[in-house]
């Protein structure tokens, strides 16, 4: 059986959760405190030495670490990859830009502020401009889905479920989702995708 | 003919133009200098609403962006990415590890420090921090060559790529790559692959 190694508030260990309820795949969760230095035990490190969550556990023992590699391998020869060369190559292109341009900015601060991690000079500074970017980072997802309903191919993928895990709680901190209505009305088609389920929901 | 958008300094492009000369796969190449704006005009931006290079356009007309989407798209069905799904997704894996842990920080620094860019508040306290992460990026990378003489499957494929391109020039500013003999004795294996070119090659 496959274990994930998860954290309950991760956008990213929630792509592979979601997932895999879409897949109806059984598997073992094994949660990790981020906070209290979990995923930085010598344990731990043996099998990422990353030391990061979320990571799967195969069948053969193979750690796979990276939550868009996870929900790739996941996704392969499923309905949530593109069949073709070129779809698959623009799910990349999302998954991708989900981790260079979205996640690095809308959730580190969401991070930061939801777990009271202390100001310093750096994060003083580094707010704004990840804010900044964050904001850069919604405005092109809207202008790619005022002309279309998902983001790759006219079906649900693994791009929308990697996008939507950290854009659907960037309320929380308050990044202003109001300007963007076809992204909202994306996150709304993504809710009633078959066996969906919350990001905190157990 | 496949269509480059390229800026010659960029490890990000330079994964494309190394994986293209080791495909022997000719292309028409348009360089866009990032320091003039050229990627952020009307024209580009259509292209790429994230105003980014390296962008491929494909034969069909379908633009595709993200250096390491482009790879993956190149090397399907090719000696540089695995046939078996658990090494794809081992392949993935680095891929983006090395968007999210190494190019944000080592090819960050390269680019503050190449260009001139005028330090800011934000720089001077960001610059201390990234140094930070990119050792620790290239610790990651030496623990896991110690065993092995390629990232994935014991053969040289766009894992090594990606990893490659911000590592072999990470020197020019100043991150030293003395304490990582099993980092320096890839870097001379993946130099020694055939079609290699180098970075500043024309």
Do not use: C
Request: hydrophobic share 40%; proline share 6%; aromatic share 12%.
């Amino acid at each position: 059986m496959l274990t994930l190694y998860d954290y309950p508030d991760s956008g990213n260990a929630y792509k592979a959760r979601l997932l895999l309820s879409h897949l109806d795949i059984p598997y073992k969760r094994v949660v990790l405190d981020i906070d209290k230095g979990e995923t930085r035990t010598p344990h731990f490190l043996a099998k990422n030495p990353n030391g990061r969550i979320p990571a799967l556990e195969l069948d053969d023992g193979t750690v796979l670490p990276e939550s868009n590699a996870i929900i790739f391998h996941l996704a392969e020869g499923t309905r949530y990859l593109p069949s073709d060369r070129v779809g698959r190559a623009q799910v990349l292109q999302w998954l991708f830009f989900e981790q260079y341009s979205h996640e690095p900015n809308i959730a580190t601060v969401r991070y930061w502020i939801k777990h009271k991690i202390p100001m310093t000079p750096y994060i003083e500074q580094a707010m704004p401009a990840k804010r900044k970017a964050g904001i850069a980072a919604l405005e092109v997802m809207e202008t790619h889905l005022k002309k279309r309903e998902f983001f790759v191919g006219e079906r649900y993928s693994i791009a929308d479920i990697a996008l939507y895990a950290y854009t659907h709680v960037a309320h929380e901190v308050d990044f202003d989702l109001k300007p963007y209505p076809a992204l909202r009305a994306w996150m709304e088609l993504v809710a009633l995708q078959e066996n969906h389920i919350g990001i905190y929901q157990e």
